[in-house]
């Protein structure tokens, strides 16, 4: 096992940050790792926000109520983008779309590969990362706080910087529950699969240190998505503000 | 600069394969690797689908249009994924909902996270790779082909396989046109970089051994999206038939 995949294979969420802001050539390393990621036909349509700006961190501390998220090294937020191109074109006279489910896809898509490729570069310097859906909490008040135009729209944040805890590594599912050949499988196949799993989760969760919870992994998302309905009910709206999804 | 990061900056894609299968070995390391990416709230909304099937990697090439969806080590298609949610709701007396924008944002970048790793992982073994979101050509048959149930969709595919090229590197936006700091910029402050950048872009264009071509980067985005409105135009029907984007 190599280096790089030992890395992947050992991530784990960081919530505690030195009060140690990175520096500049550790910022340009990362966004240069996180552009060369792959992209959708060379559109590249994404952009990376770095927020420095106390009162910006404060206020989209309040948006995502974590502290880490004022309280790190650095702050980037993931930005599905057309609008470069959009200014683009108007000045080739052509015009653009971007206003289909398969275009808010694409943007999403390439915002997240380079946002992982940002978190595995600052993980292999030994720096720790945690992502903030939780920036979707409030997206309209995220766009005032960037001023983010038409065409873009904030899709996920991550908190980075040295870390004051290690963490703790989370199992994730069985591979047999996750990666299936050729056809998805019926619900039955992967059932006992899932029972060991949530067997294991719970003694986890018996024998972590802090936050002991009784619990299983089935039960916590189960009840996690039956909320669903009720959060982030805006984001539809606040998309076709910006220009998208209007199919 | 890492071997970690030396290796994500060196990203190219790789379109021509040896005839040569990914070993079971190799292949349980990159899905353990892209497993360990993180997911929205533990709640792991995505699949992964190995195709080896012949008759299915010939029908899936035929909706892509890319030799290269037939000919590599293996084929992988990442699919957003409330299906498991779903059956053990059903089990536990829930209902929970994935039907909202929200819910698709974390299928998908949950899929996105866990491919960036898999693509990652891959080359760190020498192993090239190709994003195909040419597998979205045609997400109903590709439905029927990998049999996906209701709370699922396939967002994007990747081939895999031993090199038979070290594939061309394609130099990215400049830094200072995709990172900003606190405020997105006015596209006055970015458009004069943008001509630096397509100005390089026609020289390697001119200089490239294969596909010479005359053009730019910005020519070529523009004129891309400028018939977005006219690909894909049923993803938003396909997803609400699987029970998404309902809101």
Redesign the interface.
Known sequence: ?????Q?????R?IRDFKDQPLEREVI??L???A????T?????A????????ED?KQAIMEISTQPYVKDNGHLFIF?AD????L???KR?G??????????L??G??DA??A???L???AE??DLGIC?L?SI?NNTKKMIEI????EG?FP??GMAVGYKNSEGSF?E??P?D????????PE?EQ?EAS?NDYDESITEYYKTRDENKRQDN?????????????Q???D??DV?NAQGF?K?
Chains 1, 2 share one sequence.
């Open positions: 096992m190599n280096e790089t995949i890395l992947l294979q050992n991530h969420s340009e390393t966004v240069k790792s552009q060369q990621a792959s959708s036909s060379y559109v590249q994404y952009s990376i926000i770095g927020v420095t700006d910006k930005v057309y609008n470069r191109h200014e683009l074109a080739k052509y015009e653009i779309h971007f206003d289909t489910t398969e275009s896809l694409i999403v898509v997240a590969l946002a992982q490729n978190a595995v570069a292999s310097l992502y859906g979707r960037l001023e983010l135009p873009t899709v996920i989370k994730r599912l591979q529950t996750v990666y299936f050949e050729n056809t998805y619900f992967i899932l992994w089935s039960e916590q998302v189960v009840k996690k998505l039956s909320k669903m309905d959060v982030r009910k984001i539809k998309l999804l199919d």
